[in-house]
């Protein structure tokens, strides 16, 4: 369906007053000549999100168009590139704040992840940023752990050793969340947040509100956020907006993390068809919210939002992941009347260097800046590196092909990778008697390339699925696997067919109803028997009723087992050369 009232903002796109604005200062001169207007105030918002501890380039390019009518993969990402990203935007805006739309931290690259992800928000102290929405991921490892970053210190909350090369000293930006609280009704962090620019009759304020999804308990284990609350997200922002502007707001700007997807050609600018869940949040929204800075769905967009007629125009913008962008948000605002006259925004490429991909060589392109390290963050994520790289280059098997991590709009699927990790999950649960082993594809964080001799590393498959879940087996009858299949493709949010384990295909036809769009089961060729009980693995995550799988949470005589890691490394390890999965074991009609 397409949504004519979205329309996407290119980069450096002007606004209605763009002619009268051009060439105007980003600060008010004190005396403008007599009968002149005086200039307006340009502020520039620097707005990143789902960083995840990408300290090094993530090997990840943003598709973009090459300005001859086709596409550029362009490599970028890591925070040292990102940092220098963001001091050139800094340098355009005599006035600016940087902030973030959650999950800075968690599903982090090895170098991150075995520290607890301090060194992430090393980085991100370094980058400057200054406020950031909680994310889903950010309670990975429980709300006390979460705290323990906003403040610092050691205290131990989690299996890892915190504060192993430094002194942890904690965020020095804010963490805000306005739409959670604990068990005893008080905040988990401040909801909202103020920046002001300028003194006297011309200072300027933003006002920033921060919040998770609404969803959060349904993606983290459940003792992660046991006892918190966590309200809807459009209410919650409707509550703040008259605060924040009683407390002095001449604008106000959301970071949330919840997102949406464009359709067609990529365009990390555009705005096509945009659907996702933060749709209905801005449908609900009152007046006076004018930048809405959003995440979690990894996916890059700018969108001048007119859907809601009640609320007026906002400026939607999302920067992908791994810092491959950043948002370049400038504002205008009247120095007499502190009116904002424009909004705009553009997404910037953190060009860094080329790499070796499951499909080959990506290399730089001229089209786009590419940027250089910042000297001292890449001096502090090397020492955290260094520090991992016993751990990263240790062989763990070999494997006959790369694998890519699928990408795409329509329904997502974990392809020959997602085979794979099935196939390992369900080896390693066999004794606890596991027919049958479902991946959830959104948990493939990254594709599995082997060397040219087929060696893949602990740094490589640690990559690809950097949760450290238990396997749980459990028992489920025909009829429940079917219908908790079917709750990946129900029209209840985003769309998955989870990666079924070897001897299983499931075919599915999405121009049926929700909620029978499973068209055939089968496992080693056979119907699956409604009435007959299975026993089935997936990762504790899945196993909570995780992503939106409630069904599993109504499996019996459960068992717990191997690290989803472990799982891979031994499932790799265990013949000389490892071959991919090739059959299409979730075929779509179409």
């Keep these: 369906m397409t949504f004519p009232s979205i329309r996407g903002l290119p980069l450096l796109s002007t606004s209605l007053l763009a002619a009268l604005l051009a060439g105007c200062a980003t600060t008010p001169s004190p005396r403008q000549p007599a009968g002149q207007a005086a200039a307006p105030i340009e502020i520039g918002v620097i707005a990143i999100n789902d960083f995840h501890g990408a300290l090094e380039p993530p090997n990840q390019s943003v598709e973009a168009p090459d300005g001859q009518g086709g596409e550029v993969a362009v490599p970028a990402g890591g925070g040292a590139w990102l940092a220098s990203a963001v001091d050139s935007l800094k340098a355009r805006h005599a006035n600016n704040v940087v902030v973030a739309a959650g999950d800075l931290t968690s599903a982090s690259q090895l170098a991150s992840s075995l520290y607890l992800d301090e060194p992430a928000v090393g980085v991100m102290n370094r980058v400057g940023v200054e406020f950031n929405a909680v994310g889903n991921h950010e309670f990975d490892r429980g709300w006390q752990e979460l705290r323990r970053l906003q403040n610092g210190g050691c205290e131990k909350n989690t299996r890892g050793e915190p504060c192993q090369l430094e002194q942890f000293k904690g965020a020095s930006y804010k963490y805000l969340a306005a739409s959670t609280t604990l068990p005893d009704g008080s905040p988990l962090f401040p909801g909202t947040g103020l920046k002001s620019f300028g003194e006297g009759k011309d200072k300027i304020t933003l006002g920033f509100i921060g919040l998770s999804l609404k969803t959060v308990p349904t993606l983290v284990a459940p003792d992660r956020v046991s006892g918190l609350k966590f309200a809807d997200e459009a209410e919650t922002i409707n509550r703040e907006v008259p605060r924040l502007k009683a407390a002095g707001a001449d604008a106000v700007l959301v970071l949330i993390h919840q997102g949406g997807r464009t359709a067609g050609q990529p365009d990390p600018n555009g705005c096509n068809d945009m659907t996702g869940d933060i749709r209905p949040i801005l449908d609900r929204l009152e007046p006076g919210v004018d930048v809405v800075v959003s995440g979690h769905t990894h996916w890059a967009y700018v969108c001048d939002y007119t859907a809601n007629p009640k609320s007026g125009p906002i400026l939607l913008t999302s920067a992908g992941v791994y810092g491959k962008l950043v948002t370049d948000i400038t504002l205008r605002f009247d120095p007499a009347t502190h009116k904002l006259l424009g909004k705009e925004a553009g997404n910037l490429i953190v060009q860094s260097p080329g790499y070796t991909s499951a499909?080959?060589?990506?290399?730089?392109?001229?089209?786009?800046?590419?940027?250089?390290?910042?000297?001292?963050?890449?001096?502090?994520?090397?020492?955290?590196?260094?520090?991992?790289?016993?751990?990263?280059?240790?062989?763990?098997?070999?494997?006959?092909?790369?694998?890519?991590?699928?990408?795409?709009?329509?329904?997502?699927?974990?392809?020959?990778?997602?085979?794979?990790?099935?196939?390992?999950?369900?080896?390693?649960?066999?004794?606890?008697?596991?027919?049958?082993?479902?991946?959830?594809?959104?948990?493939?964080?990254?594709?599995?390339?082997?060397?040219?001799?087929?060696?893949?590393?602990?740094?490589?498959?640690?990559?690809?699925?950097?949760?450290?879940?238990?396997?749980?087996?459990?028992?489920?009858?025909?009829?429940?696997?079917?219908?908790?299949?079917?709750?990946?493709?129900?029209?209840?949010?985003?769309?998955?067919?989870?990666?079924?384990?070897?001897?299983?295909?499931?075919?599915?036809?999405?121009?049926?109803?929700?909620?029978?769009?499973?068209?055939?089961?089968?496992?080693?060729?056979?119907?699956?028997?409604?009435?007959?009980?299975?026993?089935?693995?997936?990762?504790?995550?899945?196993?909570?009723?995780?992503?939106?799988?409630?069904?599993?949470?109504?499996?019996?005589?459960?068992?717990?087992?191997?690290?989803?890691?472990?799982?891979?490394?031994?499932?790799?390890?265990?013949?000389?050369?490892?071959?991919?999965?090739?059959?299409?074991?979730?075929?779509?009609?179409?």
Excluded: C
Excluded at 366 to 383: G, K, L, S, T, W
Excluded at 458 to 478: H, K, R
Excluded at 533 to 549: I, K, Q, W
Excluded at 552 to 577: C, N, S
């Design 359 to 590: 499909k080959g060589q990506v290399a730089n392109s001229a089209a786009f800046p590419q940027f250089q390290p910042r000297a001292d963050v890449a001096a502090y994520a090397e020492r955290y590196k260094n520090a991992s790289l016993h751990l990263v280059s240790r062989p763990v098997g070999r494997l006959s092909a790369a694998l890519p991590k699928e990408e795409g709009n329509g329904v997502a699927r974990g392809g020959a990778l997602g085979n794979l990790i099935a196939d390992s999950q369900l080896a390693a649960t066999r004794k606890a008697g596991a027919e049958i082993a479902f991946l959830n594809p959104f948990g493939i964080r990254a594709a599995l390339v082997p060397a040219s001799d087929g060696t893949v590393t602990f740094g490589q498959i640690y990559a690809v699925e950097p949760f450290n879940n238990e396997i749980v087996t459990m028992s489920l009858t025909g009829a429940q696997i079917r219908s908790t299949l079917e709750q990946g493709l129900d029209d209840g949010g985003e769309q998955q067919m989870l990666s079924p384990s070897q001897g299983m295909r499931v075919a599915f036809d999405m121009r049926r109803p929700s909620g029978s769009r499973i068209t055939a089961i089968t496992l080693d060729g056979k119907p699956l028997d409604p009435a007959k009980t299975y026993r089935v693995s997936v990762v504790n995550f899945l196993a909570e009723g995780g992503d939106g799988f409630s069904g599993f949470a109504q499996g019996k005589d459960r068992t717990r087992g191997a690290i989803d890691l472990d799982a891979l490394e031994d499932w790799l390890g265990a013949v000389p050369l490892r071959k991919v999965p090739e059959e299409d074991r979730t075929p779509e009609t179409r």
